[in-house]
């Protein structure tokens, strides 16, 4: 009995110390992980960077360039220029887009804070000014472009036909022709303002007025069609300074005998560009034509 109860003390005593000793177990809490590992502030720090160089340097490559005759294109595009940099941003590639970000506002100062526009850009191959003859042309032809909201013509068609009624006071032809600018959006156009401005010459003289055009080609086009039945093909073509190199070109490839007046120039200054506006203003009327003058070589306009 007491071997019984012996054993029975030692068990006891056994139990206990387990008990007594075994590591304390506590339920597990589930955690959720934290924001910061959520996110990879390295990932969306190299997107943000990416975005913002590949925009900044689309909005100086519009700066400079104007986007040729299309600039409402500058910021619909700028949202797909920004998500394209962010992706770049997270590749190998990025390298690529810093350069070139680089680049453009390296260009963006050159332009616009030196002297480089007027003494090493050959701007001045662009320009054609012919003396006039001595004798009388058949015809003026005022090339025209865009419009204010109010119907009005910019700054540089009213440079052009200014020029043009000058030529007209002087009785350097008996007909003035002009292209009809319209606004593709809701089809107004010029015509009124253009009636003002020839109110200002006294001398009586017709003003033919040529519609539907888009393209320096089509103002050539149409100017041939409606004054050859005159007999009209000695003329005077009116522009820009850096538009007429192309523009007298292409008139005389449908059939003219030209002589190229430049218009005097409120819009961009060749020799005497010093401020930055002046600087951007002429280099993108310089680019501008380069690559029209090229569009114009290939389509056999010129």
């Known amino acids: ?9 030692h068990d006891t005593r056994f139990i206990f110390d387990r008990t007594m000793h075994a590591p304390e177990t506590r339920p597990r809490v589930p955690t959720s992980p934290s924001s910061d590992d959520a996110i990879d502030w390295q990932a969306l720090l190299l997107a943000g960077f990416g975005a913002t160089c590949a925009l900044l340097a689309w909005l100086v490559i519009g700066a400079l360039t104007g986007l040729g005759k299309v600039p409402s294109l500058l910021f619909p595009i700028a949202v797909l220029v920004a998500l394209a940099g ?3 941003g997270l590749t190998r590639a990025a390298a690529i887009l810093w350069v070139v970000s680089g680049l453009a506002i390296l260009g963006f100062c050159v332009i616009a804070m030196t002297p480089f526009v007027t003494t090493l850009l050959p701007t001045s191959a662009f320009v054609r000014s012919d ?3 001595r004798g009388r042309l058949d015809a003026v032809i005022v090339l025209s472009g865009g ?6 013509l910019t700054e540089e068609p009213l440079d052009r036909l200014l020029t043009g009624l000058e030529l007209m006071r002087d009785s350097v032809a008996p007909v003035l022709v002009v292209t009809e600018p319209r606004d593709p959006s809701n089809g107004a156009t010029a015509t009124p303002d253009q009636a003002r401005l020839r109110a200002l010459v006294a001398r009586p003289f017709p003003m033919l007025k040529l519609d539907s055009v888009h393209t320096t080609h089509d103002e050539a086009v149409q100017a041939w069609r409606t004054l050859l039945p005159r007999q009209t ?11 007429t190199r192309r523009a007298c070109a292409t008139f005389e490839r449908v059939g003219f005998t030209v002589t190229c007046i430049s218009a ?5 200054s060749v020799e005497r560009a010093h401020s930055g506006q002046d600087r951007l203003a002429l280099f993108r009327a310089w680019i501008y034509e380069r690559a029209a003058w090229l569009e114009y070589r290939i389509r056999g306009w010129v």
Request: charged share 10%; no cysteine.
């Open 264 to 268: 005097v120039s409120r819009a961009y």
């Open 233 to 243: 093909t000695r003329v005077a073509v009116v522009t820009s300074p850096l538009h």
């Open 1 to 9: 009995m007491l071997t019984a109860l012996g054993r029975h003390l």
């Open 131 to 133: 003396p006039l003859p």
């Open 147 to 152: 419009i204010t909201a109010d119907s009005l």
């Open 86 to 88: 962010a992706v770049i």
